[in-house]
């Protein structure tokens, strides 16, 4: 196992996620009230294929512009980080933030929280560690002796399932002082892939042994990998994380943000609507959201070393 050293702290982590926000300035903190466009722009980052979450969310803009007498364009960006950013400049609308995005864009810029997903039944879920069925991992304790030889993948750095939360936990378990010893010296590699699929793909083709994904990956995965639920195992869990939003800048005219929410609301009531969701982000339901809803993931972001400041 690789000693740890202390060494840029957590400076890695802001870069990777801050640096493109910054570079917004002054133009993205929101200045133009009343914001209401002719044509609205709704982002969303693929969790999985792309070229899938682009066409499964045409119609989903199709009905929202019906909905709201407003053409709505359906558009996929390269990061989370890059969708904060658009928002933060007003270039998107509305936005599917996960909760950490969300976090990242309340802490930047003048950002409303509209509406959180519900899957299963409930409105938060878990991070999971998957393995190769013949890992000699069989849970995270066992990463004290393995993963100094061990490549660890995960999708993109401001995801909160893939990166946020089970960092933070590796971190508060193994006495890790920042995010640098984690990805440089407690691992002996890092794979970001862009995506959870892509995750757990590495992994199943030992192009990493342990990857970091939403909760279970797998099942989305079973029609091209019959056998993934049988070939990767899940050695554990994170705590409950709040599910992901839909978020718009604080610039849009409040009766057209009053609609937007009413329009989504309004798919619960809409199987057809309700199973584009479902395509798109595994959304079974759609409810109310509230700022305090995520400031348990701003803590935990500041347990890292972060510096969100808390309502």
């Not at 936005?95 to 309340?106: D, E, M, N």
């Not at 995010?179 to 699929?197: A, M, S």
């Amino acid at each position: 196992m690789k000693r740890m050293t202390g060494k840029i702290g957590f400076l890695i982590l802001a870069a990777l996620l801050l640096a493109v926000i910054s570079g917004c300035g002054e133009e993205g903190s929101g200045s133009d009230e009343n914001l209401n466009p002719d044509k609205l722009v709704m982002g969303f980052v693929p969790s999985q294929d792309s070229e899938k979450i682009a066409d499964t969310a045409k119609p989903l803009a199709d009905k929202l512009g019906e909905i709201l007498g407003k053409e709505v364009e359906a558009t996929t960006v390269t990061s989370y980080s890059a969708l904060v950013e658009a928002m933060g400049n007003n270039k998107v609308h509305i936005g599917f933030l996960p909760a950490f995005g969300y976090v990242l864009a309340s802490s930047k810029y003048d950002v409303e929280v509209l509406l959180k997903s519900e899957r299963h039944g409930s409105v938060t879920y878990r991070a999971q560690y998957v393995v190769r069925a013949d890992s000699p991992l069989e849970s995270l304790d066992d990463l004290e002796e393995h993963a100094g030889d061990m490549i660890w993948a995960f999708g993109d750095p401001s995801s909160t399932s893939g990166y946020l939360y089970p960092a933070a936990q590796l971190m508060k378990k193994f006495d890790i002082e920042d995010t640098t010893e984690l990805q440089e010296n407690f691992f002996e590699k890092v794979l970001k892939t862009g995506g959870h699929d892509n995750t757990a793909i590495a992994v199943l083709n030992g192009q990493a042994d342990i990857g970091t994904t939403f909760e279970d990956v797998r099942e989305t995965l079973t029609e091209d990998y019959p056998d993934i639920m049988e070939e990767l195992k899940v050695i554990g869990y994170t705590d409950p994380i709040p599910n992901d939003t839909v978020t718009v800048p604080a610039a849009l005219d409040d009766e057209l943000t009053q609609e937007i929410k009413e329009a989504f609301l309004s798919f619960n009531d809409d199987q057809e609507m309700i199973e584009i969701m479902n395509e798109v982000y595994n959304w079974d339901a759609i409810r109310e959201a509230s700022d305090e809803d995520y400031d348990i993931v701003r803590e935990t972001y500041n347990t890292m070393g972060g510096n969100v400041p808390l309502d």
